[in-house]
């Protein structure tokens, strides 16, 4: 029984290993392809179908759907056809640049804060607030071409297929092996958080990687694209080193130095980028001139039945 339990232990562990390898091989076989940008849209890239991704494009779609119908029904959202004449023409720019097999459907959510959702089956959500904190197109555009790449690296389904067999890894079988493979058995929950939170981590340098590229072939100034990150993602100067630790973002500043390497390495140079334009200067007028997202009602004072009344 001991002899089977360990080679259950190394079999989860070689599976959870392929997977992670499917989505981002060796530097060696993967740099060429993915650093040219003229195979752009022609790219095999991330969690594609197979043993690394459980979920074919049809299912992801469906899936998306259902998604994102739920997420509209709990979210609320501006309808307005001048701003989606222009998310509509701005992302297919973009996914038409990328190498998304999947097409996209971007919303604006009706919110102050500042935060944007990408589900899976190409479904994007950008809030108004941050929104209003973008100074140009170009910021825009990277916000739109970040999502991109998560929607053509297939991130969902990918990590999906990983929180299957994460759920199949906490088995205390896989923590037999004697010479110290994975926790020990009295803590057999610890090493597979971080170890799939690493596999995010490069989910997310990916998406940086690839959404800067997609930013650059749509005619746009990749400085545009730190420019957003910096913005989205300010410094966690205050925050405690436990949860810069298990944050699914790598760090800011390895980050921009990543970016800043790919646009003077991969990107070629060239001039007459966009940085900005008179219809995203249109756009953003017209959202501030919404109505603003109505705040709540106050809550109402509930008064217990045995509470003494004054006379």
């Known amino acids: 029984m001991r002899r089977r339990s360990s080679a259950l232990g190394l079999l989860l562990i070689l599976a959870i290993g392929a997977i992670s390898n499917s989505a981002h091989s060796s530097e060696k076989n993967s740099t060429k392809a993915y650093r040219d940008i003229n195979a752009i849209g022609h790219r095999v890239i991330g969690h594609q179908y197979g043993f690394g991704n459980w979920y074919s494009l049809d299912k992801e779609k469906e899936i998306g759907t259902q998604a994102s119908a739920a997420f509209e ?8 056809s001048i701003l989606q004449a222009y998310l509509d023409r701005l992302a ?18 009706d919110s102050n804060d500042t935060y944007a959702v990408t589900l899976l089956g190409g ?3 950008i809030s108004r607030g941050l929104i209003l904190q973008l100074r140009n197109e170009g910021e825009l555009a990277a916000a ?17 297929t990983r929180s299957n067999l994460a759920r199949i890894a906490t088995i205390p079988l896989i923590f037999t092996g004697q010479d110290g493979v994975g926790a020990n058995s009295t803590n057999p929950d610890v090493t597979v958080p971080l170890t799939f939170m690493k596999f995010r981590r490069e989910d997310e340098s990916a998406a940086d990687y690839s959404g800067i590229q997609y930013l650059y072939k749509s005619g746009y100034d990749p400085e545009c694209f730190i420019a957003f990150i910096q913005k989205a993602w300010p410094p966690t100067s205050g925050t405690s080193a436990t949860a810069k630790a298990f944050s699914p973002f790598p760090p800011l500043s390895e980050r921009v130095k990543a970016l800043e390497q790919e646009i003077g390495e991969v990107l070629p140079k060239r001039n007459g980028a966009i940085t900005d334009t008179y219809e995203f200067a249109a756009f953003r007028k017209h959202l501030v001139s919404l109505t603003p997202l109505k705040p709540l009602p106050p809550r109402p004072t509930l008064v217990r039945s045995d509470t003494q009344q004054p006379n």
């Open 73 to 80: 029904k709990s979210t609320p959202l501006l309808h307005d």
């Open 92 to 109: 297919q720019t973009i996914a038409q640049n990328s190498d998304s097999q999947l097409p996209i459907t971007l919303r604006v959510i």
């Open 123 to 125: 479904y994007q959500y």
């Open 144 to 160: 739109v071409s970040r999502g991109i790449a998560h929607t053509a690296l297939r991130s969902v389904t990918g990590e999906a």
